[in-house]
């Protein structure tokens, strides 16, 4: 079944596997999703990610990240830009939650996160908010 939002899919593969206390999961490939992988191994929120080239398709294999105590990692992860209504934020961004979670925005730049482009002074499409 064809996917209308690749994003959405990726969080809810996240946010599936993290309940159901997978140590890894397979998301199909995209540069954006690399991009967004290699953002959150870099902020904590994943262990690593590794991209797996089949024969029929290329894929992200994610290595989830759970506590000491067997919580996931990410508590909340909610798709902000949605097809049907996308969401920007111009560079005088605001800090989501005075700063204890991130936006993560596509900006001319790249993946970023909300301190990174207020930091380069950028706006851009917010994608998603993870706490």
Do not use: C, H, W
């Amino acid at each position: 079944m064809p996917v209308t939002d690749s994003i959405a899919d990726y969080l809810t593969r996240l946010r599936n596997a993290g309940q159901a206390k997978n140590k890894t999961t397979d998301i199909p490939y995209s540069t954006q999703k690399e991009n967004i992988s290699k953002l959150l191994v870099e902020k904590g929120y994943i262990k690593n990610y590794t991209v797996i080239t089949s024969d029929r398709f290329p894929f992200i294999r994610v290595e989830l990240k759970y506590g000491s105590n067997g919580t996931f990692a990410i508590k909340e992860i909610t798709r902000v830009s949605k097809p049907g209504r996308r969401v920007y934020e111009g560079k005088d961004l605001r800090k989501y939650l005075g700063g204890l979670g991130l936006l993560i925005l596509s900006t001319s730049k790249g993946i970023l996160t909300d301190k990174e482009a207020r930091e380069q002074g950028v706006g851009g499409e917010v994608l998603f908010r993870i706490l």
